[in-house]
Structures are given as structure tokens and as C-alpha cells.
């Protein structure tokens, strides 16, 4: 039965309230434009609501955004589920940490507004610039286009890592979608239900650290065997778009709402493409349509 429960809010709220329902520690530092995020977490533990796991999740403030990281990181090692939030700088200072729960492919999901980073003066507007600086990361990325997108988006990136072992940063663009207020459709717990994988959480918990199943991590190594455990890490890379897409079509089939890697609309016999990816899809979409219809041949890829 597909999901009819419409709700209106907007980005920052909607994708707050899966990930909320999916972690059990949340660790914040407010930076403009993601602290509603933060702060809806912070409001829905201090009402003693329950995640889907029937627990209250832990949520700490910490000192930075990088103290945040690291909290997550700490929390990820010890086989929890866990996500945070942020932007632009806050961001970079999260570098260091992402390189390391990427290196020990620990599954966690973090939502980004994307914002400008600060150059000759700092700017709170949307681009892609805080994203793109972490591409080299080891992060998966998953970018939405509008409000509803980026509620559903959020779901898929919680499951999609604890399936890939490969963290996500899931992003929409800052203040224009963010912000926008707008009528979607809310994921039932239910769905939630469906959609987790209960052995891939169980895993995740026994890989966590315990001085009654002591292992080795957080070596130095020489370059013959670094590089060794850099070309292991390969095999779940090449996962990750097989197993998105698999997540994609479960979420289709369960509400209803289809969504792709890489999506095409416009003429079969486009002389023009737009490839983009983020809130301006939304408006690109029309334009297409509009200028089909008065003629043109035009088409845009939207990249998830």
C-alpha cells in the first residue's frame, strides 16, 4: 500500500526527521544554513521521542564541526548508528575525520546543505564548492533536488551505507532547498522497516570495538602493505552503484516514488543536454519542457 501521508515542511525538517529516526547518536554544531537540523533532533530527544529502534538517540553539541567528526567517528567505532550535520566550512573541518571512517569503511550517513566556502569573505549562499572540496574523501555522494527528494534521498543513503559499508554524504543545496517550504509526502515508519536491512545493522554492531573481541586498526604502515589495504577497499566501491540502484527500486516499490542515478527527460533527438545535478534541475525541467514544446530539441541529465 502506497504512503499517503502529507506533511508540510521544509528540507532541513524533513531530512532531520529520517535521520533522526535511523541513528542513535547524533553529534551537532550549528553552521548556517543545516542548524535546523540540529536543532529538530535536539527538540524531538528533549520530548523523549523514540527512534525506529523504540530508543531516545543520544544527541551531544561538541565544541566544532570537527569535534562533531570526531565524536562520530568515535561513536561509528564503537557499532553505532550515527549522523551529524553541516556545511561549508563546517565541512572542512570534517575532512580528516572522513578520510578516516572512510579508510575503515564504517556505514554512516551525513547531510550537508551545500553552501559557499569563505574566500575574500565569507558568503551564506548555496553553491557546490563545500561538497566538491571532499570528493577525494572516500564518501559516497548523494545529491537531491527538492524537498520531497531530499526527505527520500536521506533514507536511501542510510540504507544504501549500512548495505556498501561506504559512508554517504547525502547534500541539497542551502537555503534553496533547505528552506523551502513545501508539501510532501512523509515515509512511514513502516517503510523505514522495510527498507533496513537488520543483518547489516547487526554486523555493523559486532564490528564495533570490545575488549572481548580485541582487533587491530589505527596502524602504521609501509607502502607495500598500505596500498594493499587501499586496493581492498576497491571491491566496495565498485558496489555502490549496483546496491543505490537496488535501494532505489525497493523505495520505488514500497511508496511508490521512482528515483535513478542519472535520470534523463526532453527529446529523444536532443542537439542540446544539460547535465546538473541539485535544485536547479527543478526549474531545468521546465525549461525543457517548455522549449519541446515550442520546438526545440533539448534534454537535461539530472545526476543524483
Not at 13 to 24: G, H, Q, T
Not at 192 to 201: E, K, V
Not at 247 to 276: I, S
Amino acid at each position: 500500500m502506497l504512503e499517503k501521508n502529507f506533511e508540510i515542511l521544509d528540507a532541513n525538517e524533513a531530512v532531520a526527521d529520517v535521520a533522526y529516526r535511523l541513528s542513535e547518536v547524533v553529534a551537532i554544531y550549528p553552521i548556517t544554513p543545516s542548524s535546523p537540523m540540529a536543532e529538530h533532533c535536539d527538540e524531538w530527544a528533549s520530548k523523549n521521542r523514540e527512534n525506529l529502534f523504540g530508543i531516545v538517540p543520544t544527541i551531544e553539541e561538541m565544541q566544532s564541526e570537527g569535534g562533531a567528526a570526531g565524536a562520530i567517528h568515535g561513536a561509528l567505532l564503537g557499532g553505532t548508528l550515527a549522523t551529524t550535520f553541516t556545511a561549508s566550512q563546517g565541512l572542512l573541518l570534517m575532512i580528516p575525520n572522513m578520510y578516516k571512517i572512510a579508510g575503515e569503511l564504517l556505514p554512516f550517513a551525513m547531510h550537508v546543505t551545500a553552501r559557499s566556502l569563505a574566500t575574500h569573505g565569507l558568503s551564506i549562499f548555496g553553491d557546490h564548492s563545500d561538497v566538491m572540496a571532499c570528493r577525494q574523501t572516500g564518501f559516497a555522494m548523494l545529491a537531491s533536488n527538492s524537498v520531497q527528494e531530499a526527505h527520500d534521498l536521506a533514507c536511501i543513503a542510510h540504507i544504501a551505507t549500512l548495505k556498501s559499508r561506504v559512508p554517504f554524504m547525502h547534500f541539497f543545496d542551502g537555503f534553496r532547498t533547505s528552506h523551502e517550504i513545501n508539501t510532501l509526502t512523509k515515509i512511514e515508519d513502516e517503510t523505514l522497516r522495510a527498507m533496513i536491512d537488520g543483518q547489516s545493522i547487526l554486523e555493523h554492531h559486532l564490528r564495533g570495538l570490545s575488549p572481548d573481541d580485541p582487533f587491530l586498526c589505527g596502524t602504521a604502515q609501509n607502502p607495500d602493505v598500505f596500498f594493499q589495504g587501499r586496493e581492498r577497499a576497491n571491491v566496495f566501491y565498485e558496489n555502490i552503484a549496483p546496491i543505490v540502484e537496488s535501494c532505489m527500486e525497493q523505495f520505488k516499490n514500497l511508496t511508490g516514488r521512482e528515483y535513478k542515478l542519472f535520470e534523463y527527460t526532453g527529446a529523444a533527438d536532443a542537439e542540446r543536454v544539460t547535465v546538473a545535478m541539485g535544485s536547479s534541475c527543478e526549474t531545468l525541467d521546465e525549461v525543457v519542457k517548455h522549449l519541446n514544446n515550442h520546438g526545440e530539441k533539448v534534454g537535461l541529465v539530472k545526476v543524483a
